[in-house]
């Protein structure tokens, strides 16, 4: 840092013999004092924070700066000028962090040069006229005390944009361990303390979104920006394309219908809204649908969960639901196999319609005739059980998946 310095090149031009800098030295307390006045009454971003102890840790910053400036310029360190610059720079690259980390902006600390560089040579030209140095000499120091300044400048811009990326990244990283937590179902107490580390508002429910890779950055761009995401190889369908989860902040209620609008034509699969520390609930939930197979909705819309209830009922216990078919076509065991399947399809269809005749014609293609017929065979084989209530639960039960088709487990 040091040897690409404009400053320390320049510096040995301007030579203060030992009793001009003394006397300069002798005066940095009140050049301090009055540049740290001047920046806290003309930048907002200070006004008010430099009292106490903080303001004599400035005014002292100041006043080792501008040490250092005068030492550059002695005789007695003009055969290797950069000595006392680097720890000038490293302070000035600190100052810049420990801004960053007080919320500072850069444009309030570049302020706060100008101000005092402005501020720091009204003294500091005051004190070298008095001193009687020609006006030559004079104007060197202006320049080289600028240019120094400049230097300083700089680096304290670097230190506060570093930080700034840092804290990015250690945002993003307790962002990411939040999420995972939250997907893996963790406990309430760990989720608060995860979520006060990433600095992470905790918003009242969460809805589970899986959407393609491809499809996030879009998405994300209409979405509130707490929004949070994992591209993580997730359990969820077999497909080949990669997968994302998104974690939406209080798009319960009405606001539902706002997230299905986003996230149309993306090929989503969107949860149930859960109470936020529950989110893993709406994941599970995604992740289940997306293992039926349940193909989009030709007009873009999102697979709504909530709309798949009794699908995700049935396939809970896969080989209760293959019992309780068993069981209840039991009458129909005996019959060849393409007669039982035709007044299984009847009866599944009898049931869904609630007996209504020209529906159950409708949906079978067939006349009315011939529901009539195939209904007195049912009522022949199955006798009573169409008229129990616990009976024809089962049954409903047990058909309400088209015959043939098997749920996923």
């Known amino acids: ?113 100008r101000v005092g560089a402005r501020a720091s040579w009204r003294e500091m030209a005051a004190a070298t006229v008095a001193i009687g140095l020609p006006a030559a000499t004079v104007a060197e120091f202006a320049e080289l005390m600028f240019a120094y300044i400049d230097e300083l400048s700089a680096a304290s811009v670097s230190g506060h944009a570093d930080e700034l990326a840092s804290v990015g990244r250690a945002r993003r990283r307790n962002l990411e361990r939040l999420t995972q937590q939250l997907l893996a179902g963790e406990p309430e107490d760990i989720l608060v303390r995860s979520a006060e580390r990433a600095d992470w508002p905790v918003p009242q429910t969460l809805t589970v979104a899986l959407l393609p890779q491809a499809k996030l950055r879009g998405a994300l761009a209409l979405l509130d920006e707490h929004t949070l995401e994992s591209s993580e190889e997730l359990p969820a369908g077999d497909s080949d394309e990669e997968t994302a989860v998104l974690l939406v902040p209080d798009v319960h209620g009405d606001r539902r219908r706002q997230l299905a609008r986003v996230l149309r034509g993306r090929r989503a699969v969107l949860g149930p809204a859960r109470p936020w520390a529950r989110a893993c609930s709406s994941y599970r939930r995604v992740t289940r649908v997306v ?11 999102p697979i709504d969960t909530d709309r798949h209830l009794a699908e ?28 039982a399947e035709r007044l299984t399809e009847t009866l599944r269809s009898w049931l869904l319609h609630q007996g209504r005749r020209d529906d159950v ?29 616990r009976s024809l639960l089962d049954l409903t039960v047990a058909l309400a998946l088209p015959v043939g088709v098997a749920p996923a487990g």
């Open 291 to 301: 293992a039926l197979g349940i193909a989009h909705p030709d007009d873009g819309e």
């Open 312 to 339: 995700l009922l049935l396939s809970a216990d896969v080989e209760a639901l293959t019992d309780l078919r068993a069981r209840v076509l039991q009458p129909l065991a005996a019959l060849p196999a393409a007669t």
């Open 1 to 113: 840092m040091a040897e690409s310095s404009g400053t320390t090149h320049r510096a040995a031009r301007v030579g203060l013999d030992q009793r001009v800098a003394s006397e300069l030295r002798d005066r940095l307390p009140l050049v301090a004092e009055r540049t740290v006045t001047a920046i806290t009454a003309e930048v907002p971003s200070y006004s008010g924070t430099l009292t106490g102890q903080m303001r004599d840790k400035i005014e002292n910053a100041v006043q080792i700066a501008l040490g250092t400036f005068l030492q550059l310029l002695e005789r007695s360190q003009a055969s290797d000028p950069s000595t006392p610059l680097v720890p000038a720079l490293e302070a000035a690259y600190a100052l810049g962090s420990g801004e960053a980390r007080s919320g500072r902006s850069v444009d309030a600390l570049l302020a706060a040069y």
């Open 361 to 389: 014609a409708a949906d079978l293609f067939v006349h009315p005739q011939t529901v009539r017929y195939r209904m007195g065979q049912l009522r022949q084989l199955f006798g009573e059980r169409l008229t129990d209530p």
